[in-house]
T-cell receptor, first 113, second 113 residues
Framework: KAGVTQTPRYLIKTRGQQVTLSCSPI?????VSWYQQTPGQGLQFLFE???????NKGNFPGRFSGRQFSNSRSEMNVSTLELGDSALYLC????????????FGEGSRLTVL | DAKTTQPTSMDCAEGRAANLPCNHS???????VYWYRQIHSQGPQYIIH???NNETNEMASLIITEDRKSSTLILPHATLRDTAVYYC??????????????FGQGTILTVHP
């Protein structure tokens, strides 16, 4: 079956703009979580969604938001982009939030100029 | 979740077993040990996890010491495609903490011909 699909794979934005990233989980998976990965900070948890509800949220400012749709697809949005937002944004899905195995997409690489 | 420490890098000859150690001396009784790996420019990939007993799947074996303060991931016959960063994580499965995966710096495994 198809894996986790993230779009777009690469994008370039300028400071002050906003960006929306999309994630389609594996069919049947209802839990989606988002992570930011940078060389300096490693992989950091952003938020987790299940049944269209945010279950957990990491320590990121309010400029970072997300949502999940009834078909389990998820989007995350970053407003008022800053240079430090340049990162690889990873989406992961699992059957349920308590399932141990996360399946990651290949990520969306955001560059903020 | 307990802190884990891993060597920064390791080398392995193709076809030989790769043994990747991880220390998790502060692990609590209800925390699992998970291993993921990340091949360059891809999202992390789940490998294996365990609580107390040794585990084996089609990818690897996980050996956990009796006191659970350390573990070793074994790739029995390493190939060039196993070159990646390997992350050891201790995590309480289920509940509200799941989804907050925090990867450390991991071990860069280089498999050479």
């Amino acid at each position: 079956k198809a894996g986790v699909t993230q779009t777009p794979r690469y994008l370039i934005k300028t400071r002050g703009q906003q960006v929306t990233l999309s994630c389609s989980p594996i069919s049947g998976h209802r839990s989606v979580s988002w992570y930011q990965q940078t060389p300096g900070q490693g992989l950091q948890f952003l938020f987790e969604y299940f049944s269209e509800t945010q279950r957990n949220k990491g320590n990121f400012p309010g400029r970072f938001s997300g949502r999940q749709f009834s078909n389990s697809r998820s989007e995350m949005n970053v407003s008022t982009l800053e240079l430090g937002d340049s990162a690889l944004y990873l989406c992961a899905s699992s059957l349920e939030p308590s399932k141990e195995e996360l399946f990651f997409g290949e990520g969306s690489r955001l560059t903020v100029l | 979740d307990a802190k884990t420490t891993q060597p920064t890098s390791m080398d392995c000859a193709e076809g030989r077993a790769a043994n990747l150690p991880c220390n998790h001396s502060t692990i609590s009784g209800n925390e699992y040990v998970y291993w993921y790996r990340q091949i360059h420019s891809q999202g992390p990939q789940y490998i294996i996890h365990g609580l107390k007993n040794n585990e084996t799947n089609e990818m690897a074996s996980l050996i956990i010491t009796e006191d659970r303060k350390s573990s070793t991931l074994i790739l029995p016959h390493a190939t060039l495609r196993d070159t990646a960063v390997y992350y050891c994580i201790s995590l309480r499965a289920g509940g509200t903490s799941y989804g907050k995966l925090t990867f450390g710096q991991g071990t860069i495994l280089t498999v050479h011909p």
